[in-house]
């Protein structure tokens, strides 16, 4: 069964503006949540992760916000860019050694 | 790439043959992980290593086989028994635990 159910599948952004991507999980036991940002033909690459402990965390322009009893997480990107445009995944850690949950990934693109 | 090196980029193959995706790194990180993915999909866990000769599967770990004879390997063999091999494949590691973990370039595998 799916574990991290992530949305939208897709989203088109202008530059400048806002993207936000949800997810929501079911194993309470993840004790990690990491961002993958994919360019296509690589490998994902680690963005920016949080624990359930912390309700939010800003890097640069990109921020997580976690709400611990609903069991949901989002990324936001703020003022997007075009460099932006890629396949961002959540995911959950079963356990410290690195156990992933991915979600179905997010298709972003930012237009000009 | 973080010191970890997958070979070959891209791979084809007949159907039935089996055929191995080499995964090596230079970091001395403990753990290395096989996962695939599939177009719309996120990333499923197919085996992972935390110690040399010692894996376990993960899973979709059917149809495949892994080895763990030195630290710095970690090759992953899809086998005929996989019905639906053609995927792109991602090796990762990590430190320890409560580390981050790293993904590998990937190897696209088509097999007809």
């Known amino acids: 069964q799916q574990q991290v159910k992530q949305s939208p599948q897709s989203l088109i952004v202008q530059k400048g503006g806002i993207s936000i991507i949800n997810c929501a999980y079911e194993?309470?036991?993840?004790?990690?949540f990491p961002w993958y940002q994919q360019f296509p033909g690589k490998g994902p690459a680690l963005l920016i992760a949080?624990?359930?402990?912390?309700s939010e965390k800003k890097e640069g322009r990109f921020t997580i916000s976690f709400n611990k009893s609903a069991k949901q997480f989002s990324l936001h990107i703020m003022d997007s860019q075009p460099g932006d445009s890629a396949t961002y995944f959540c995911?959950?850690?079963?356990?410290?050694?690195?156990?992933?949950?991915f979600g179905a990934g997010t298709q972003v693109v930012v237009t000009p | 790439d973080g010191g970890i090196t997958q070979s070959p980029k891209y791979l084809f193959r007949k159907e039935g043959q089996n055929v191995t995706l080499s995964c090596e790194q230079n970091?001395?990180?403990?753990?290395m992980y096989w996962y695939r993915q599939d177009p719309g999909q996120g990333l499923r866990l197919i085996y992972y290593?935390?110690?040399?000769?010692?894996?376990q599967k993960g899973d979709i770990a059917e149809g495949y086989s892994v080895s763990r004879e030195k630290k710095e390997s970690f090759p992953l063999t899809v086998t005929s028994a996989q019905k639906n091999p053609t995927a792109f494949y991602l090796c990762?590691?990590?430190?320890?635990?409560?580390?981050?973990?790293?993904f590998g370039q990937g190897t696209r595998l088509t097999v007809v």
């Open positions: 995911a959950g850690r079963r356990d410290s050694w690195g156990k992933l949950q």
């Open positions: 194993n309470t036991a993840f004790d990690y």
């Open positions: 949080i624990r359930p402990d912390v």
């Open positions: 970091l001395n990180h403990d753990a």
């Open positions: 290593s935390q110690i040399v000769n010692d894996f």
């Open positions: 990762a590691i990590q430190g320890g635990p409560g580390t981050e973990a790293f």
